[in-house]
């Protein structure tokens, strides 16, 4: 026996762990985490061999599902064989299972794009000279002193907010949970400022919503559509 074999002959006298199953399929879980902490840290040249061995496996893996893509194709002119077709009508056969399971998945993501659509696509952004005013502090001695006030209004100032329901067409009065995100600046979602566009956690516990389940819906999102600053309220649009 060669001297480096000494782990299989180990393994043929003693076995395995209890667990080895299990260990190596965690492992094999983890190898996408490693994958991806390799991408982003690797630098030079093992940067470039590892992407021509990411890009490699891709190929590969993108010629397999293809394969099976084509081996679960039912063409047109499978289905009597015992009625050959012309060779010029060969081509003509148009796959349907593989197009109708395209069309299928197309529609999905259709329905589900329009229906978590925000009202406001596009929303002008908000710069800060605009958003912070600088304010002097302090005495004569110390003039440069300053700081920063929002002039915009946050989320803590507004309580509750008139959101509409695009489905079922009411108006309702609901508390603000949260700021969830503005489209303006990253700052100013940490900030919780209120401009147009922003997208706010909204109470609805109220509507009585529920999911399939039959629990009862909490919280949703909801689109700011007006101007609070200038308006002195809050209107958004539900997202449903």
């Known amino acids: 026996m060669p001297q480096n074999e ?27 985490h490693k994958q991806s902490e390799d991408a982003q840290n690797l630098r030079g040249l093992r940067a470039k061999l ?19 893509e084509e081996r679960d194709v039912k063409s047109a002119g499978e289905k009597d064989p015992s009625a050959p077709l012309p060779n010029y009508l060969l081509d003509r056969s148009n796959p349907s299972t593989a197009k109708a399971l395209s069309t299928s998945i197309k529609n999905k993501r259709k329905d589900a794009a329009a229906r978590f659509a925000v009202p406001l696509p596009k929303v002008k952004g908000i710069a800060e000279e ?29 309580k509750k907010a ?29 900030l919780g400022v209120l401009s147009k566009g922003t997208i706010l956690e909204i109470n609805v516990s109220e509507l009585g919503l529920t999911t399939t389940s039959g629990r009862v819906i909490w919280g949703r999102f909801a689109q700011i559509t007006n101007n609070p600053d200038l308006d002195g309220v809050v209107n958004a649009v539900l997202l449903v």
């Open 6 to 32: 000494y782990m299989d002959r180990f393994r043929r006298l003693h076995g395995r762990r209890f667990d080895h199953e299990e260990r190596s399929r965690k492992k094999e879980a983890r190898q996408a």
């Open 50 to 68: 590892n992407q021509q061995k990411r890009h490699k496996e891709k190929i590969q893996m993108r010629k397999q599902l293809k394969a099976h």
């Open 130 to 158: 605009e958003m912070f005013k600088v304010i002097q502090t302090g005495k004569k001695v110390n003039k440069k002193s300053w700081k920063r006030m929002i002039t915009k209004p946050m989320g803590l100032r507004y």
């Open 162 to 190: 008139h959101v509409t329901h695009p489905e079922l067409g009411v108006t309702v009065f609901l508390p603000i949970l949260g700021v969830k995100k503005n489209p303006s600046n990253p700052l100013y979602t940490q």
